[in-house]
């Protein structure tokens, strides 16, 4: 089993900036290949972007792309994601996800998640 629990939601301005976190605790962690998705009300869960375990390789859905950066620590078994210039459309619930996968996994097939962290950006 791997637990995750994500912070740094909160409430902020269109152009602000947060920085999410997720800590892993139950397993390896550089064993996981680590993703991000978001649900907004009313529609279903989407990809964010995604980590490879070791770092070297991520990948982002074309809406965030030269605006969030995902990165990890394997060291502290955490998983981040840099949100800046955000939008109101990117007010969501955001959850962090864990696969066991040496690859970037871009799907919603991923093995763990968390509880999720609500964002909101006012306009």
């Known amino acids: 089993q791997v637990q995750l629990v994500e912070s740094g939601g909160g409430l902020v301005q269109a152009g602000g900036s947060l920085r999410l976190s997720c800590a892993a605790s139950g397993r390896t962690f550089s064993d996981y290949a680590m993703g991000w998705f978001r649900q907004a009300p009313g529609k279903e869960r989407e990809f964010v972007a995604a980590?490879?375990?070791?770092?070297?390789?991520?990948y982002y859905v074309d809406s965030v792309k030269d605006r969030f950066t995902i990165s990890r620590s394997n060291a502290k078994n955490t998983v981040y994601l840099q949100m800046n210039s955000l939008k109101p459309e990117d007010t969501a619930v955001y959850y962090c996800?864990?696969?066991?996968?040496?690859?970037?996994?871009?799907?919603?097939?991923?093995?763990?998640w968390g509880q999720g962290t609500q964002v909101t950006v006012s306009s």
């Open positions: 980590i490879s375990w070791s770092g070297g390789r991520t």
């Open positions: 996800a864990a696969k066991y996968s040496r690859t970037v996994v871009t799907t919603h097939e991923y093995d763990y």
